[in-house]
């Protein structure tokens, strides 16, 4: 019966939650996200809360700031998350069949839960729960941040009842009110920082437009292997590995300047 | 209350509002439906009006409801214009309280982004013309993933997602893996925009 109806409880937390997700809080970004984070345990019921940003090409963590138990916990800004923990090569060999990586197949903000796509059986026989999530159910709010990474909340419920359409509802009402302060505190100024030369840009430019090495060369004036270079420079730089991923952090960059 | 069905909380009325919002506005159904759960989530009209040639609409204040407002609006504008906006009222005598400002808070980037796509009338949605696996396919192209390693990912067939591949090149008229995810991701934070 609870599971339909918003008690004042509910009201009091959802009003305080959309207050600290205003972009002209006068709190700092890091409070900010730790009540953030508090409310909204209390608001779904969970056992511990985190925002993350996960690399789905590095296999990694990128950022991580938790509340669990009371306690409140930042993880270091290159934690290369979780690595030794046990499991984790079975969460990252399943990744783009997972729940997991919606937001970042799908280039848009998600909300789900893993129990509104496993069926309880499925769930109870999947790897990715007995090997290394071991939960009950677990609700993902992923805004996608770049190419192949993504921030979420991540709401585990080691305990208790799977998500139900109450805390879906909540959570996705909420998505796009807790947008910007995920950008802010997952990627402050991080889409500017890759310094490429004007001459890679211009390059990258034409690659994105698919133009091969030797039109670029040919429409510039210079060989095909100076492109080449060029490119290796601007790959490096950009800390990229193929043309396509420097279009893809080029085409982010511009976007937010 | 005068008009509240037990059948349907707010929980309900949330999920089909955001839900609506989330469909083509240019679906005729979708606004006098959005517009009724809006109107039984607040008890109150809800009127939506959308500005062309002959209908100008007035850039109003409309944040910070709180106190005894009667009359809230929610409005998109697009470079100071107000393109479209839904009007929420009540009788003088009857003002909205704290827990209608609440969902009013919460509902309100749901209906604007649909306020916004009406508006555009469904141009540059950031919506490309390629499928949801094409487009799946090409995220994981843009993260530089070969063929190969897209096909072992998705448990599919090299030659599929080879395939899958070359449809979506046509339909975006690229030439190269590149290309594609040029157009395919034009801006990545703007699509994403869209959507929310």
Redesign the interface.
């Known amino acids: 019966m609870s599971d339909r109806s918003l008690t004042p409880r509910d009201f009091g937390l959802l009003r305080d939650i959309l207050e600290l997700s205003k972009p002209d809080h006068p709190e700092p970004v890091q409070e900010r996200v730790f009540q953030l984070l508090e409310h909204l345990a209390a608001l779904i019921g969970c056992d511990g809360i985190s925002l993350q940003e996960l690399d789905s090409v590095r296999r990694c963590r990128t950022y991580c700031q938790a509340y669990e138990d009371g306690e409140r916990w930042l993880g270091p800004p290159d934690d290369v998350g979780g690595q030794d923990q046990p499991g984790v090569d079975v969460f990252w060999d399943g990744w783009w069949t997972s729940p997991c990586s919606l937001p970042d197949r799908t280039g848009t903000s998600v909300t789900a839960s893993l129990r509104s796509v496993y069926g309880e059986r499925e769930w109870l026989r999947s790897p990715l729960n007995t090997e290394y999530l071991h939960v009950v159910d677990e609700l993902l709010v992923g805004y996608p941040t770049s190419a192949g990474q993504s921030a979420r909340f991540l709401i585990p419920r080691d305990h208790g009842a799977e998500f139900g359409h109450r805390e879906l509802t909540l959570m996705e009402g909420l998505m796009p009110h807790l947008r910007p302060l995920v950008f802010e505190s997952v990627r402050p100024g991080r889409l500017s920082r890759p310094r490429i030369t004007r001459r890679q840009q211009e390059i990258l430019r034409a690659v994105a437009r698919g133009q091969t090495n030797r039109e670029i060369g040919r429409s510039l004036g210079i060989s095909e292997a100076t492109v080449r270079k060029h490119l290796e420079g601007a790959y490096q730089r950009l800390g990229v590995l193929s043309r396509t991923g420097a279009v893809t952090v080029m085409s982010s960059m511009n976007s937010t300047a | 209350m005068t008009d509240e069905r037990s059948s349907t909380?707010?929980?309900?009325l949330?999920?089909a509002i955001?839900t609506l919002a989330a469909k083509d506005p240019q679906d005729a159904a979708a606004g006098p439906a959005l517009m009724a759960r809006l109107e039984r989530l607040l008890t109150c009209q809800a009127v939506l009006t959308v500005a062309d040639d002959t209908l100008r609409l007035m850039p109003r204040q409309v944040s910070d409801v709180a106190g005894a407002s009667t009359v809230v609006v929610i409005q998109e504008q697009l470079d100071g214009v107000v393109q479209a906006e839904v009007e929420l009222r009540r009788e003088p005598e009857w003002p909205f309280g704290?827990?209608e400002?609440?969902l009013v808070?919460?509902?309100r980037?749901?209906v604007m982004?649909w306020l916004r796509r009406l508006g555009a009338h469904g141009e540059g949605l950031g919506a490309p013309a390629i499928t949801?696996r094409q487009?799946?396919i090409l995220?994981?192209?843009?993260?530089?993933?070969s063929n190969k390693e897209i096909g072992r990912?998705?448990?599919i067939s090299e030659a599929t997602v080879r395939k899958h591949l070359e449809n979506a090149f046509e339909r975006l008229g690229?030439?190269?893996?590149?290309?594609?995810?040029?157009a395919a991701?034009?801006?990545?934070?703007?699509?994403?925009e869209a959507?929310?």
């Open positions: 909380s707010a929980i309900d949330l999920r955001t704290d827990r400002v609440v808070d919460l509902v980037p749901h982004a949801q487009f799946e995220s994981l192209v843009r993260c530089g993933l990912a998705l448990s690229a030439v190269s893996r590149a290309g594609a995810v040029g991701f034009p801006a990545d934070s703007r699509s994403d959507h929310v």
